[in-house]
């Protein structure tokens, strides 16, 4: 089957045949029907993240079952799938206590599969699976727990989405930040995760939502998605900026969607006294952000990461898909350019000019 493979950061993907072999007990094959364009993958390709190489990438993704290995109980072959980029164990500490997206035996075995081996290969080469999704590919071998069922008619570009921008970003404002009504939000990174903040915040009732970036496209569009001011930080002080906005207090809730140290700064000063700092991004390896060790106590703030939008995936996502068919998240504007899995590099090209909304692989 056809797959994207990344060989060495800073090199264009590879799309080439490659094998796939049949699930192992609690696995099952998948026909990828969308695929994601997500920052992530970039920051591999970049080499400002670390994965085992060569690798699939591709973490958000929507598929089709065809196939169970061993032991399967929770799907069949037919059904619907968003995928899950932290499929879980069920059994360790952090599975045990209900932090599902935090689970130990995925992060142990990093891009394998549970059982510590790939079933992507290339002749005798091993070839490893993004986050156990690897849907940058025709096909997948995925864990059980990685695969949530959905209804047939709910469209597989949005339930894509689901699998990572969406959680990651709704979660963050709703689980994470826990957002309250009537409060001031910062999010500084407005692509396909940070809009998902910004409509969480919204669905949250949040008073006043400040999108910062530094691409008026991506403000513009921000707006749309209940964006209530724009910011852009190229052309003004956004600390200073979302002060003013604040009354002089900062935001009661900063979210930093983008990684960067940078960004990490803006997010945790421009936040007010008492307010909750969320970093979603993962800067470059390489980088320290400066804290104020002395602001963090005086002025009593809260600083947290938030992965997977600290959702439990196979129980949240469920929540999306209820949210999406109720009207109360709009994942159809989202969607702002489908590609072939063809044409996966240009879909990179076009995330790094900052073209808003997200690209989605709909044909393959
Ligand atoms: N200040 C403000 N905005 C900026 C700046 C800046 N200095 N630089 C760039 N931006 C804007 C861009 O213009 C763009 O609009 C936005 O930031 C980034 O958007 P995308 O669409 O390129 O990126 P996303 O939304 O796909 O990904 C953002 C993440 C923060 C999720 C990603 O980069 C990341 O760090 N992922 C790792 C963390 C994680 O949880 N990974 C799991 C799977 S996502
Ligand atoms: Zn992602």
Known sequence: MKAAVLYEPGKALRLEEVELDPPKEHEVRVRIAAAGICRSDLHFMKGEAKITLPAVLGHEGAAVVEQVGAGVTTVKAGDHVILSFVPNCGRCYFCTMGRTNLCDTHAATGANLF???????????????????????????????????????????????????????????????????????????????????????????????????????????????GATHMVNSKAQDPVAKIRELTGGLGADYTFEVFGSAETVEVAFNSCRKGGTVVVVGLAPLSQRAAIDPVALVRFEKTLKGSYYGSSRPSLDMLRMVDLYKGGKLNLDDLVTRHYKLDDINKAYDDLERGAPGRGVITSF
Do not use: W
């Not at 995925?142 to 339930?159: H, L, N, R, W």
């Not at 921008?165 to 709704?170: A, E, F, L, P, R």
């Not at 969480?200 to 569009?221: Q, T, Y």
């Open 115 to 225: 059982d510590g081996t790939t079933r992507l290969h290339k002749n005798s080469q091993r070839i490893y699976h993004m986050g156990k999704v690897a849907c940058f590919a025709q096909e997948a071998v995925v864990p059980e727990s990685g695969c949530i069922p959905i209804p047939k008619d709910f469209p597989m570009a949005q339930a894509a989405l689901i699998g990572c921008c969406v959680t990651t970003g709704v979660g963050a404002a709703m689980f994470s930040a826990q957002v309250q009504p009537g409060s001031a939000v910062a999010v500084v990174g407005c692509g396909g995760v940070g809009l998902n903040v910004i409509q969480g915040a919204r669905l949250l009732s949040a008073s006043k939502i400040i999108a910062v970036d530094i691409n008026d496209a991506s403000l513009e569009f921000a707006m749309r998605f």
